[in-house]
C-alpha cells in the first residue's frame, strides 16, 4: 500500500535535492502510468506507457527509504549530517546587515525553525537558513520588511554562507553561543516590541 501525503514541503530546493540523488547515488526512475486504447470495432486492446513527473512527496518517501539509517530523526543527540521529521515549522526572512561582500548570502534567505523533543525528554531546536525563493506556497513581499534584527546577524550569516568554516566574525563567539544566537533570531527577528 503506498503512503499517501498528509502535509505539505514548506520548503523545497530542487538543486539540494537532486545533489543529495546524485551524492548518494539514488535512482529516480521515471514513473510509467498505463494508458489503454482501443482498437478499431474493438479489435484489441494497447497498452503504451506515458512519463509522469514525479510529486516532491513520492520524491522524499524514495528519498527516506534508500536513505534508511542514514537519516536521523529531529531531536535526535548529534551531529547529525541528515535529519528528517515533521511539524509546526515557523518561516521568516533572514534579515541581516554588515557580514563582508565575500562571506554573504547573497541571496534573500529563509530562516526556518522547528522544535521537538528528544526520546529522552530533551528540547531540540533546529534552524535551517536557505534561498527565499525555495519556499513554497507562499507570497514573498518585494522588500524585507522592518523590526529588530540581531546584533549577531553578521556573524550568523557568515557562519552559514561558509558552510561553518567561520570567518573573523564567527572567530569572536563559540559554536553554542552561535546556535543560540540563531534561535534567538529565529525566533524574535521582526518583532516591533519586547517579546
Known amino acids: 500500500m503506498r503512503a499517501k501525503p498528509v502535509g505539505r514541503y514548506v520548503y523545497w530546493s530542487e538543486r539540494l535535492v537532486n545533489e543529495v540523488i546524485e551524492d548518494n547515488g539514488i535512482q529516480l526512475a521515471p514513473r510509467v502510468q498505463p494508458t489503454f486504447k482501443l482498437g478499431l470495432a474493438g479489435s484489441g486492446i494497447d497498452v503504451s506507457g506515458a512519463?509522469?513527473?514525479?510529486?516532491?512527496?513520492?520524491?522524499?518517501?524514495?528519498?527516506?527509504?534508500?536513505?534508511?539509517?542514514?537519516?536521523?530523526?529531529?531531536?535526535?543527540?548529534?551531529?547529525?549530517?541528515?535529519?528528517?521529521?515533521?511539524?509546526w515549522v515557523e518561516v521568516a526572512e533572514f534579515q541581516r546587515w554588515g557580514a563582508r561582500p565575500e562571506h554573504s548570502l547573497r541571496q534573500r534567505t529563509a530562516v526556518l525553525h522547528t522544535q521537538t523533543r528528544s526520546p529522552q525528554g530533551l528540547r531540540a531546536d533546529l534552524c535551517l537558513f536557505g534561498g527565499l525563493k525555495n519556499l513554497q506556497g507562499y507570497?514573498?513581499?518585494?522588500?524585507?520588511?522592518?523590526?529588530?534584527?540581531?546584533?549577531?546577524?553578521?556573524?550568523?550569516?557568515?557562519?552559514?554562507?561558509?558552510?561553518?568554516?567561520?570567518?573573523?566574525?564567527?572567530?569572536?563567539?563559540?559554536?553554542?553561543?552561535?546556535?543560540?544566537e540563531a534561535l534567538r533570531l529565529a525566533l524574535g527577528q521582526g518583532n516591533y516590541a519586547s517579546p
Do not use: C
Open 51 to 87: 512519463n509522469r513527473q514525479r510529486t516532491r512527496f513520492e520524491v522524499a518517501e524514495k528519498l527516506k527509504k534508500k536513505l534508511g539509517r542514514r537519516l536521523a530523526e529531529h531531536g535526535a543527540p548529534g551531529p547529525v549530517q541528515m535529519v528528517r521529521g515533521r511539524g
Open 139 to 180: 507570497s514573498v513581499p518585494d522588500e524585507p520588511v522592518g523590526g529588530w534584527i540581531s546584533s549577531t546577524a553578521p556573524a550568523i550569516e557568515e557562519l552559514v554562507a561558509s558552510h561553518g568554516v567561520g570567518t573573523s566574525w564567527t572567530e569572536a563567539y563559540d559554536a553554542e553561543e552561535l546556535a543560540v
